[in-house]
């Protein structure tokens, strides 16, 4: 069992993510948690594949239901220059999903922050943080895409949703512009002070070209990514949009401190190999 890294092939959400879960043995891990929070990338309003589907998150909330008693969070802040969070989660579908689970929709955009400190980021030595991410387990649930500063936006950058915009919206109209100078750095001191406790990557269709107007992968990757390593889920991540991880930098300078992207490059020759029953 490789717990770091799977690539799992994809037939539908309900049919592949359980699967993908399984294979790093998810099941024990989570069932030891009280609270879950699943962070999925919601950066605009725009439908899939800039964002997660709905089906997506509810696959994953259905798996959990049977798997812990955790309390299960939904929560994102979204970069949308003309949407709110919350109006981003009703367009979305998210809305309709809590309210069919029970399940408590945090805008992290407005949700209490706490400052943090840190002798070993560059770029915020002192980070502003909500306060719900210090005492939950995070799965950050990212889209595979190509993104146009920062190279690729897996399940590292997928956490600057976060960022409170009232401390990082900074010469921009994005909620969180802060970040876009030295991006790769910013995105590796972010996750030095809190990155994903678990990965997952849709990478069923996934975006060439740029994060918000690039045009679908073609052919599509019809894969599914999961890992308790974000490190190596987003190294397979890049591999995945045919990139070399060591080329990325919030990547290459995360492997040996926040993870092992070998681990992923390792799932993602594995995951090439022919497999029975496996579309072509």
């Given at each position: 069992m490789n717990?770091?890294?799977?690539?799992?092939?994809f037939e539908s959400f309900?049919?592949?993510?359980?699967?993908a879960l399984e294979a790093i043995g998810a099941r024990e891990i989570l069932a030891e948690q009280q609270t879950i929070i699943i962070k999925p990338n919601l950066v605009t309003d725009d439908p899939p594949p800039v964002t997660l589907p709905v089906g997506a998150a509810m696959v994953l909330v259905r798996w959990l239901r049977k798997q812990t008693r955790a309390r299960i969070i939904l929560a994102e802040g979204t970069g949308d220059q003309l949407h709110s969070t919350i109006k981003v989660f009703d367009h979305l579908g998210y809305m309709d999903l809590a309210e069919r689970y029970d399940l408590k929709l945090i805008d992290l955009n407005?949700?209490?922050?706490?400052?943090?400190?840190?002798?070993?980021?560059?770029?915020?030595?002192q980070l502003y943080l909500p306060e719900v991410l210090s005492d939950s387990f995070v799965i950050s649930f990212a889209v595979l895409k190509e993104h146009s500063l920062a190279d690729v936006t897996l399940s590292m950058k997928n956490m600057v949703g976060c960022?409170?915009?009232?401390?990082?919206?900074?010469?921009?109209?994005?909620?969180?512009?802060?970040?876009?100078r030295q991006i790769h750095e910013a995105i590796?001191?972010?996750?030095?002070?809190?990155?994903?406790?678990?990965?997952?990557?849709?990478?069923?269709?996934g975006m060439r070209d740029h994060h918000l107007t690039g045009r679908p992968c073609d052919p599509p990757p019809h894969r599914l990514i999961a890992g308790f390593?974000?490190?190596?889920?987003?190294?397979?991540?890049?591999?995945?949009?045919?990139?070399?991880?060591?080329d990325i930098p919030h990547i290459a300078r995360a492997d040996g401190e926040l993870g092992n992207a070998?681990?992923?490059?390792?799932?993602?020759?594995?995951?090439?190999?022919?497999?029975s029953g496996e579309r072509h």
């Open positions: 717990r770091a890294c799977h690539l799992q092939p309900g049919e592949s993510l359980p699967l407005e949700a209490p922050a706490v400052e943090l400190s840190r002798d070993d980021c560059p770029i915020f030595p960022a409170p915009p009232r401390f990082y919206q900074q010469g921009g109209m994005w909620k969180k512009s802060a970040f876009h590796l001191d972010l996750n030095r002070y809190r990155k994903p406790d678990l990965a997952l990557i849709d990478a069923s269709v390593d974000p490190v190596a889920v987003d190294a397979a991540g890049a591999m995945l949009l045919g990139k070399n991880w060591r070998t681990a992923g490059e390792t799932a993602f020759r594995m995951a090439q190999q022919p497999q």
